[in-house]
């Protein structure tokens, strides 16, 4: 009876253990939950901030990756890092769009399109991706097709100068050896006329 007894009080005390740690873990997974949830509203309400104060965010123009975004919503050094590449979205851009429109240009072609989006992802890193569509007198021309002709027109640019400097070249060559010329023949019509010291001969 003494053993039936101890393995009761064991069976019992087995029980309320088992019980104890159920409830523990019961709260400590309710805890994650309510911090996960805390987390999210806090990530939302960081997005929102986002979206309401840069264009870039708003419009879809940058996407931007959950994890770091979470990171981001509670990390203020994380966050001002965000927000300082986010601020120079508009200049970036500007100054793409200015750049593609010069090259159009240069080809006689007029930009119609340019697109310029970012990718953020869960380090921190940006991906820039741009998109121009140019039209010329022979039509639509993807941005490849401009690339190579712009190409082109710079390397025919560059043999022209080359050719010029040359050309230059062989022009001051051609002056240094007149001007030797003529030297040379100044000194045989003048030949060097003998030196005479003056004497004194006054008495």
Known sequence: MAISGIGNNCNVYG??????????????????AENTKASGDK?????AYLSEKYDCVRTGSVGISGSYLRRCAN??????ELE?????FKDIYESG??????????????LTHYSHSWSIDGNGEITMISSTTVVTENGTKSAKEVTEELQKRLK????????????????????????KTREKNDAAE???EPYYPMLDVSI
């Open 43 to 47: 990530t939302a309400e960081y997005y």
């Open 156 to 179: 025919e640019k560059k043999e022209e100068l080359k050719k010029a400097e040359k050309a230059k070249a062989e022009k001051e060559e051609e002056r240094e050896r007149s001007e």
């Open 97 to 110: 769009y200015n750049s593609a429109k010069r090259n159009a240009a240069a080809l006689g072609a007029k």
């Open 75 to 80: 990390d203020p050094e994380k966050a001002k």
């Open 190 to 192: 003048s030949p060097d």
């Open 15 to 32: 029980y309320a253990s088992v019980k104890k740690e159920t409830a523990k873990a019961a709260a400590e997974k309710t805890a994650q």
């Open 84 to 88: 300082e590449n986010l601020s120079l």
